[in-house]
């Protein structure tokens, strides 16, 4: 697979101007290290109209990651995307996702759990504090970006729903609109999409269920109104729009399993030392940069936090 920048487009094409704008005056003002995780309060879903002229909080001003690598910048982050729903061309999502609705939405929540129902996003959301959170993202396809997410704790959602003593798995359900997302008209994948989470690596409080990025509600291309972030996890791990969440007793099959069982199986967590069939995952390419610019660190950095997990498994077999 060849892996390379999305097409030259200019910035003033596909953001509003004051975004592009608020854009530029960060990244100037983004090189000092600044807070991470602060907690905003809630914040209540921006209106259609409010969406399209949404601009960078000036709070991402002060903000670079934690990691001590700079944010990558608004547009990187909405233009250089996988989502195959919409095409799998890096620029299709962004291109391709205009006609897309994520409001109203319904989020089902099913299986072992004692509060099950079809749930109004808004209603999930009440009384939910929301944070920025800045994260790697490493894609299996060896390029990575630096991500300031907004959103919350998995693990809210899932004390709330209470889970039974069967739960060991979550399953999560990207939605089908063929209507509204041109790539599910041909099988490029075996539609709906499909995640899934051992228990604990859902309740591990890395694991975000993401509303937004740069402070704003998540744009189309980005999975909105409700996507999944695992950070230790290659990036085919984070479903986006999100329709349905299930507490299941056997391991889910993943749509990436589903389709190429022979790269990479249910935990996909990232791991340096263990290649791709057709690559090596020892280096990435962090965008925007050419060649493999950047080491890949075990479970992308987050290690520490983490690894407990997997204590006594074999990376090698369990990947
Ligand atoms: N429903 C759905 N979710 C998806 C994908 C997809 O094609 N469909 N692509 C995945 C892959 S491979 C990656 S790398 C991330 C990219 O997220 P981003 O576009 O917000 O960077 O989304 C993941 N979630
Ligand atoms: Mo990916």
Not at 65 to 70: H, I, K, N, R
Not at 228 to 244: D, N
Not at 251 to 272: D, H, I
């Amino acid at each position: 697979m060849i892996i390379r920048r999305a097409p030259d487009i200019r910035s003033s094409e596909i953001t509003p101007e004051s975004v592009y704008v608020n854009r530029r005056q960060f990244i100037r003002a983004a090189t000092a290290a600044g807070a991470v995780g602060m907690a905003l309060g809630p914040r209540a879903l921006a209106g259609e109209e409010a969406a399209q002229s949404q601009e960078i909080p000036a709070r991402f001003a002060r903000m670079t990651s934690e990691l001590d690598e700079p944010l990558n910048t608004y547009e990187d982050v909405t233009t250089y995307n996988n989502f195959y729903e919409f095409g799998t061309g890096k620029a299709d999502p962004s291109r391709n996702s205009g006609a897309f609705r994520p409001k109203p939405w319904k989020v089902r929540i099913g299986g072992e759990c004692n509060r099950p129902g079809e749930y109004d996003l808004d209603d999930l959301l009440a009384g939910v504090t929301l944070e920025d959170r800045v994260y790697r993202l490493r894609c299996v396809e060896a390029w990575s970006m630096v991500i300031p997410w907004y959103g919350f704790q998995l693990s809210t959602l899932i004390d709330r729903v209470e889970p039974t003593g069967n739960a060991k798995f979550v399953v999560f359900t990207t939605v089908v609109r063929p209507e509204e997302m041109p790539g599910q008209r041909a099988p490029i994948l075996r539609w709906p999409y499909i995640e899934g989470l051992r228990m604990d690596e859902a309740m591990h409080p890395l694991t975000l269920l993401a509303t937004g990025v740069y402070g704003m509600d998540l744009p189309n291309q980005n999975g909105a109104p409700l996507r999944l972030v695992v950070p230790w996890k290659y990036g085919f791990k984070g479903i986006k729009s999100i329709v349905s969440i299930d507490f299941v007793e056997e391991m889910p099959l993943n749509t990436w399993k589903q389709q190429n069982s022979f790269e990479y199986g249910f935990y996909a967590n990232v791991n340096p030392n263990v290649s791709h069939p057709r690559w090596s995952q020892a280096r990435e390419t962090r965008l925007p940069g050419l060649f493999k610019n950047h080491e890949t660190l075990m479970f992308n950095g987050y290690a520490d936090q983490v690894q407990h997990m997997y204590a006594g498994m074999d990376l090698e077999r369990w990947k």
